[in-house]
């Protein structure tokens, strides 16, 4: 079993920035893929970053340049660096994880372990 939580949300103004962490426990029998989605109010869920379990990146258009995604495998947590936020920006952030590797990094079907999320609201 393994759980997620996340936290480091909250509300900034537009240009501000945010960091978000995900921590990650449980039974590890494998190297494992890690990515951030996010969801705003009447919007599907979006891949917003990933990392795999051979650590390559990868970034939304949208976040990239402004995003930075980093992971510590020692702690089994993953950060996300949230900087020139947007209004657009505003949503539930999720973590996920699923081991090995995704064929699909940014896109949730391909993760089964999700957290409950944390809100991030950017004001203009």
């Known amino acids: 079993l393994v759980q997620l939580v996340e936290s480091g949300g909250g509300s900034v103004q537009a240009g501000g920035s945010l960091r978000l962490r995900c921590a990650a426990s449980g039974h590890f029998y494998s190297r494992y893929s890690m990515a951030w989605f996010r969801q705003a109010p009447g919007k599907e869920r979006e891949g917003v970053a990933a990392i795999d379990s051979i650590d390559m990146l990868d970034y939304a258009d949208s976040v990239k340049g402004r995003f930075t995604l980093a992971r510590d495998n020692a702690e089994n947590t993953m950060t996300l660096q949230m900087n020139s936020l947007k209004p657009e920006d505003s949503a539930k952030y999720y973590c996920?994880?699923?081991?090995?590797?995704?064929?699909?990094?940014?896109?949730?079907?391909?993760?089964?372990?999700w957290g409950q999320g944390t809100q991030v609201t950017v004001s203009s």
């Open positions: 996920a994880l699923r081991f090995g590797t995704a064929p699909e990094p940014l896109e949730e079907e391909d993760y089964n372990h």
